[in-house]
C-alpha cells in the first residue's frame, strides 16, 4: 500500500499493549482522516470498501478489506457513509447484529430527513448499537488539505489525489493564513502611524503654506471622498473578517463549534474576507489603474501585483460554483465515478464519505 503524504508522527506514547481493533465503513477524506488520527494514537484500523483494491490513499499501516470481511474483525464500527447509500448495510445485518455502530454524517440542510442519520440507522439495523459521534468536527480539523476541485473534475473520481508537492503546499495553508495575518497588522499598524510620520507632517505643512500665500484652495472632490471613505470600510471590513477566521482556527475555538459553524466560517467567510480584502486594493487604486503616469519603468504598482493572485482564485472559484460545475463536483466527493472499475455488482451506487 503506498504511504501518503499524511503519515506523521504519534500524537501520543504507544503502550507496550496493543490496542482494540476499529473498524471504518467508508475510504473517503473523513474515514482516511479519522483512521489516521486514530492510527497515531496507537489504535489498529481496519477500513471497509466496496472497492479494497481501489483504495490506495489509506494512511500506512491500515488494512482494507471487503464491508462483510472488516466487520468481522471489530465490535466497534464508524460509518462514513452517506446517508442516501445506507441501504447496502441490509446485506450486512446478521455481521452487524450486536456491534456497536458509529454515526458520524451531517446532512446537508436542516431537516432534510423526517428522522436523524442515527434513527434511519437504528430502524435499518434493529440488532446494532447506533451511536452518534465525531459529527461536530471535519476532515478538514482533522487533517490538513482539501480536494482538488479541478483536477477531480478533469478525472472523474476522487479516489486519485494532486502530486505530492502541491499535496504539501495544501497541508501548509493553515501556516500561510496566519502569517498572512500577521502581514495585515503590520499593515494596519503602518497606516495608523502614517499622520504622524515626518514626511507626512512635512508636506502637508507645506501643502498649506503654499496655498495660503497663492491664496488658492483645493476643490473639493466627491468621488475621490467616496472611493477614500469605501477604501477605508472596506479594508476594516476585511481586517475584522480576518481576525474572525484566525480566532476560529485556534484548536481550543475551533472544538467549540460544530461542523456547520467551523465550515460556514472557514468557507463562506473566508471568501468573503478575500473579496473585501481585494475590493479595498481595487477602490485604492481607482482611476489610477488606468493612468500611464503611474508606471513606473513600465511596470505595474505593487499594489496591481497583489492583485493578481486573488483575482485568478475568485475568477475560479466563480466558476467552480456554476451549477453546471458544481453538480458533477458534488457527486464526485460523494463517491461518484464517470468510469467505475472494480465495482461489484450488489453494490453499485453506494459511495463513501
Not at 479519522?34 to 471497509?48: E, N
Not at 467616496?226 to 480576518?242: H, M
Not at 475555538?253 to 456547520?260: E, Y
Request: aromatic share 12%.
Amino acid at each position: 500500500m503506498e504511504k501518503t503524504s499524511t503519515d506523521t508522527l504519534p500524537l501520543t506514547m504507544i503502550s507496550s499493549e496493543k490496542q482494540e481493533t476499529v473498524c471504518i465503513f467508508g475510504t473517503g477524506d473523513f474515514g482516511r482522516s479519522l483512521g489516521l488520527k486514530m492510527l497515531q494514537c496507537g489504535y489498529s484500523i481496519v477500513f471497509g470498501s466496496r472497492n479494497p483494491g481501489m483504495s490506495s490513499l489509506l494512511p500506512s499501516g491500515a488494512e482494507v478489506l471487503s464491508y462483510s470481511e472488516a466487520a468481522q474483525k471489530s465490535d466497534i464500527i464508524i460509518l462514513t457513509v452517506h446517508r442516501e447509500h445506507y441501504d447496502f448495510l441490509t446485506h450486512l445485518t446478521e455481521v452487524l447484529n450486536g456491534k456497536i455502530l458509529v454515526d458520524v454524517s451531517n446532512n446537508l440542510k436542516i431537516n432534510q430527513y423526517p428522522e436523524s442519520n442515527a434513527e434511519y440507522l437504528a430502524q435499518l439495523l434493529p440488532g446494532a448499537h447506533v451511536v452518534k459521534a465525531f459529527n461536530t468536527i471535519s476532515a478538514w480539523a482533522l487533517q490538513s488539505g482539501a480536494l482538488d476541485a479541478s483536477r477531480q473534475l478533469y478525472r472523474g473520481t476522487k479516489y486519485r489525489r494532486f502530486p505530492d508537492w502541491l499535496d504539501h503546499w495544501m497541508l501548509c495553508r493553515k501556516q500561510l493564513g496566519l502569517v498572512a495575518l500577521g502581514f495585515a497588522f503590520l499593515h494596519v499598524l503602518y497606516t495608523l502611524v502614517i499622520p504622524i510620520r515626518y514626511y507626512v507632517r512635512w508636506r502637508m505643512n507645506n501643502r498649506t503654506v503654499v496655498q495660503a500665500i497663492a491664496k488658492k484652495e483645493n476643490p473639493f472632490i466627491i468621488s475621490t471622498a467616496w472611493l477614500s471613505d469605501s477604501y477605508l470600510a472596506l479594508g476594516i471590513l476585511g481586517f475584522f473578517l480576518f481576525v474572525l477566521l484566525g480566532i476560529t482556527s485556534l484548536p481550543s475555538v475551533s472544538n467549540m463549534v460544530n461542523w456547520r459553524e467551523f465550515r460556514f466560517v472557514q468557507s463562506k467567510l473566508g471568501y468573503l474576507t478575500l473579496i473585501l480584502c481585494t475590493a479595498h486594493t481595487l477602490v485604492y487604486g481607482g482611476r489610477r489603474f488606468l493612468d500611464p503616469s503611474t508606471l513606473k519603468w513600465c511596470l505595474p504598482s505593487a499594489y496591481v501585483i497583489a492583485l493578481i493572485i486573488p483575482c485568478t482564485l475568485l475568477v475560479v472559484k466563480f466558476i467552480l460554483i456554476l451549477p453546471c460545475i458544481d453538480k458533477p463536483l458534488t457527486r464526485i466527493r460523494q463517491g461518484w465515478e464517470r468510469n467505475p472499475k472494480f465495482l461489484e455488482s450488489a453494490l453499485n451506487g453506494k459511495t463513501d464519505l
